[in-house]
């Protein structure tokens, strides 16, 4: 895995991602000061918050389950949908949402952080260059240069690297069911997903799987082309052991259940509890560390 997510048109500076992660932290984001960032993709639980769905600043439910924010800095898109290009587009498009942090509009945020002092100084600073610094762009800007540092190797890097005593032999049985069973057909890359879009329910149709109480369309919903029905971004399988509950809508609890359901509908393959078992182990394997300096709260908020 890269120790960095770089993009030449956000650089990362340690000026930044500190002021980007105090806003990741600050609930002033959110319309009525319920939310932050945080809440939803939390960082001592992985990036997530174990929830099927989000609760938002006004008390409504989401539709889909978060992602984890870590190593997403990564992805060739962000969301289920592939709706934002990066994180920087991604970082703005829930503050604004009325049903996520429900910021009314981009010019009222950005007047409520300007009569923040701490705000005004950190923003002069970072983005001193510029004859306006606190913008509504420089914000998620800044959020999404500390997203870009949110990046978790784990012992699967240290065995792809020449390691061999870094897996378990079920996990290593279990790398060997991931190949011959075909998940890397999708879950394939540094992230083992993150970059592609596939149908989910190949072979049947998922809700009769995961007993989802609403059937989500996916991308179809952005671009309205009838191919991309029940087509979603491949979600990565970094930490995945500890970013349950699963699929786009949180459907289901249990790592073991959503190997055997993606199997089934996707691969056509009835996986026999060993297969199943190994397959988990393995995916513990992808699990990596959230370090201090990414989860502790900002002394600036205290």
Known sequence: LATSADNPENPVTAEKVRLGKILYFDKRLSKDGTQSCNSCHNMSTFGVDNLPVSPGDNGG??????????????????????????????????????????????????????????????????????????????????????????????????????????????????????????????????????????????????????????????????????GDKYMFKVPSLRNVAETHPYFHDGSVADLGEAVKIMAKVNLNKDLTSTEVSDIVAFLGSLTGEVTEEMSSMPVELQ
């Not at 998620?140 to 500390?146: G, Q, R, T």
């Not at 890359?189 to 190949?202: A, R």
């Open 61 to 226: 439910n989401g539709t889909r389950n978060s992602p984890t924010v870590l190593n997403a800095a990564f992805h060739t898109t962000q969301f289920w949908d592939g709706r934002a290009k990066d994180v920087e587009e991604q970082a703005g498009m829930p503050i604004t949402n009325p049903v996520e942090m429900a910021i009314p509009s981009e010019d009222f945020l950005v007047e409520r952080l300007s009569g923040i002092d701490m705000y005004n100084e950190m923003f002069a600073k970072v983005y001193a260059d510029e004859e306006t610094p606190l913008t509504y762009k420089n914000i998620s800007k800044s959020i999404a240069a500390f997203e870009r540092t949110l990046i978790t190797p784990s012992k699967w890097d240290d065995y792809l690297t020449g390691s061999a005593g870094a897996l378990t032999l079920e996990q290593k049985r279990g790398l060997n069911s991931f190949l011959n069973v075909g998940c890397i057909s999708c879950h394939m890359g540094t992230l083992l997903g993150g970059n592609m879009f596939q149908k989910f329910g190949v072979y049947d149709n998922y809700w009769e799987y995961t007993k989802s109480a609403v059937i989500d369309e996916g991308r179809f919903e952005v671009t309205k082309n009838e």
